[in-house]
């Protein structure tokens, strides 16, 4: 009689909690239970930041982008007065979605019954409400989503408790302060459907094992170091003196970022921003992959990159940044495609959870900090 796959058991919890030389990977219900899913949400997903995108991708007074958030739908939008704010994507009236994808608005008009709020969301107009006793525009503005930012990467965190996001990013801003994130700019963005477990695409991210296998027709075999972290993140950087952030030896690449620190120039830095979001740190660019979880088997993975200003006012950065784009591309399907396979394996009545390698110590980190996270160990 196989046994119950799931095994969502305190012996397969401590298999895996146990020194990299001896320990397993974890049991197939840390990534198939929707119990457990439900239990992540609430108790990590719901409760920690998550990052949603860039605040150059929304210059200009009235500039919006509309997108599905853990919590919900959630739109990010900079009022008249140029303040950048998140609001959950419901009108006040009866929850009709406000706005779809991205643009630029002077006030939100709600497709059902019209009413309007102001983009720094104010309930701006409200018709045939007379009749509504004790009813108060004040109110009825939207429902903001707490916000923080670094260096132009903003979050939001659903947890009003939740400690500041500087707190959360510990030492990594200090960390890449050479590549001088904050005068970055997002030229390029692509999302794509995985039908996976939100865990396997951060802990793909953070091995270069299966580079030699996944990757052979593309970026190939890496090596990589293990960097200590303080703070809600991990860290590995893959040593290469040329960025590795496109496909061929030969191709030309765009200037280094100036002033990167000693180790910054010796690779590129891959983390994971505990939960969802991984940040890539190259020696000319920075892009992400950052995961949106939709249920215990389903997660969206939206693929963003950026270049230094200086980069991208150059004539030919068009041209440049093409091969870039690329391999991101590429890259992130050929992880998706090896992802959705382990996912479909891991529903095997059979699974049992395997021994680790010396190069899947991150991967073991991850699946630690969200047992903490769930107080399991
Ligand atoms: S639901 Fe928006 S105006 Fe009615
Ligand atoms: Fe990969």
């Given at each position: 009689m196989p046994k119950d796959t799931s095994n969502l058991s305190p012996e397969a919890f401590e298999q895996a909690s146990v020194p990299l030389a001896t320990a397993r990977s974890m049991p197939a219900g840390f990534y198939t239970s929707p119990e457990f899913f439900e239990r992540e949400r609430k108790e990590i997903l719901l409760k920690n930041w998550?990052?949603?995108?860039?605040?150059?991708?929304?210059?200009?007074?009235?500039?919006?982008?509309?997108?599905?958030?853990?919590?919900?739908?959630?739109?990010?939008?900079?009022?008249?007065?140029?303040?950048?704010?998140?609001?959950a994507n419901f009108c006040r009236h009866r929850g009709s979605i406000l706005l779809e994808g991205k643009g630029n608005c002077k006030r939100i008009v709600c497709p059902y019954h019209a009413w309007s709020y102001l983009s720094d969301g104010t309930l701006y107009g409200c018709p045939d409400m007379e009749d509504a006793e004790g009813f108060d525009r004040v109110e009825n503005g939207l429902v903001p989503i707490r916000m923080e930012t670094w260096a132009g990467f903003i979050?939001?965190?659903?947890?009003?408790?939740?400690?500041?996001?500087?707190?959360?990013?510990?030492?990594?801003?200090?960390?890449?302060s050479s590549h001088r994130p904050d005068a970055m700019r997002c030229t390029w963005k692509i999302e794509l459907d995985c039908a996976c477990n939100w865990k396997l695409l951060l802990e793909n991210a953070m091995e270069t094992y299966h580079t030699g296998t996944v990757h052979r027709d593309s970026v190939g075999a890496q090596t990589s170091r293990t960097i200590a972290t303080r703070g809600d993140w991990l860290c590995i950087q893959v040593l290469s003196d040329r960025s590795i952030a496109t496909l061929q030896d030969?191709?030309?690449?765009?200037?280094?970022?100036?002033?990167?620190?000693?180790?910054?120039q010796k690779g590129t830095y891959f983390?994971?921003?505990?939960?969802?979001?991984?940040?890539?740190?190259?020696?000319?660019?920075?892009?992400?992959?950052?995961?949106?979880?939709?249920?215990h088997d389903r997660s969206t993975l939206e693929i963003g990159g950026c270049f230094p200003e200086a980069a991208v006012g150059r004539t030919?950065?068009?041209?440049?940044?093409?091969?870039?784009?690329?391999?991101?591309?590429?890259?992130?399907?050929?992880?998706?495609?090896?992802?959705?396979?382990?996912q479909r394996a891991l529903s095997s009545v059979h699974f049992c959870p395997g021994p680790l390698s010396?190069?899947?110590d991150q991967v073991?980190?991850?699946?630690?900090?969200?047992?903490?996270?769930?107080?399991?160990?």
């Open positions: 998550f990052f949603v995108g860039r605040e150059d991708e929304l210059p200009d007074p009235g500039d919006y982008r509309a997108f599905d958030t853990v919590g919900g739908p959630a739109i990010l939008i900079r009022s008249q007065t140029g303040e950048l704010q998140a609001f979050f939001l965190t659903y947890n009003d408790t939740a400690r500041p996001l500087l707190e959360h990013l510990g030492d990594l801003p200090a960390r890449m030969d191709m030309p690449t765009l200037p280094r970022i100036d002033g990167l620190d000693e180790n910054a983390t994971v921003i505990h939960p969802t979001c991984q940040l890539v740190f190259a020696q000319d660019c920075m892009w992400w992959l950052n995961v949106t979880p939709r249920a030919d950065f068009v041209q440049m940044a093409a091969p870039y784009y690329e391999r991101w591309e590429i890259v992130g399907r050929e992880d998706m495609s090896i992802l959705e396979k382990q010396g190069r899947d073991q980190a991850l699946g630690l900090w969200v047992l903490a996270q769930l107080g399991v160990v």
